[in-house]
């Protein structure tokens, strides 16, 4: 019943758009010559009218709230975008940033995964050993600016005992670099139940 809620107060706002728009009918139409008798129809038009700007109003708010708020699966959006199918990885186990089309497409992510969810990650055919190193992930993501990439303040403590693993022209990306770290006990951001951290850096995509 939660949906009825916005309804109801856009019918408390026409409400009283309507009220407003009669009572500045009703001033112009107590000083005009005519009188309201003779131009009522005209009158009837400014709390019609009142109305009617609401409605504009609430409709171009939705239609920008539907331009510029993602959906909720927009991060699983973008897993399948990255890799050519869906994943079981949950919405609130991953973060991601994404810009660009075409061959300016890039997107960052960085998923929290079971160890199912790593070995189907890991074991993509053609993934190899990559000459970025773990500080070169960390670092990029960084200078982008995303607050949620580091998961401590170096490279160190974001990644302990990383892999690094690159793949290039898979699921028409020019190249997908995946930073693959093991938790540690140690690390201060160890949480019980969750494994392994996956970091993804996707450039450029052909059409």
């Known amino acids: 019943m939660g ?5 109801f107060f856009l019918f408390i706002l026409l409400i009283q758009a ?9 001033i112009i139409a107590f000083f005009s010559k005519g009188g309201f008798k003779k131009n009522w129809r005209k009158f009837m038009l400014i709390p019609f009218g009142c109305t009617g700007v609401v409605i504009l109003i609430t409709a171009v ?14 991060d699983q ?16 186990r ?27 990650i890991l074991s993509i055919m053609g993934l190899q050993s990559s000459s970025k190193t773990v500080n070169d992930i960390v670092t990029s ?4 600016g995303f607050s949620w990439w580091l998961r401590g303040t170096t490279a160190s403590e974001t990644c302990i005992n990383g ?13 997908i670099v995946i930073l693959y770290c093991p938790q540690d006990e140690k690390h201060t951001h160890y949480k ?3 494994t392994d951290y996956i970091y993804i850096i996707a450039r450029g995509r052909t059409l």
């Open 61 to 74: 708010i939705a239609l920008f709230s539907w331009l510029l708020i993602e959906p909720q699966d927009a």
């Open 77 to 92: 959006n973008r897993y399948q975008e990255i890799f050519g199918y869906s994943s079981t990885i949950t919405n609130d």
């Open 3 to 7: 949906f009825l809620y916005p309804l």
């Open 18 to 26: 309507f009220i407003l728009g009669f009572i500045v009918a009703s």
């Open 192 to 194: 019980v139940g969750r």
């Open 141 to 144: 993501g960084k200078e982008e």
């Open 163 to 175: 892999t690094v693993k690159d793949i290039s022209n898979y699921n028409r990306w020019s190249s």
């Open 94 to 120: 991953m973060l991601s940033n994404h810009q660009g089309t075409g061959q300016d497409r890039l997107i960052y992510m960085r998923a929290e995964v079971s160890e199912t969810e790593r070995d189907e």
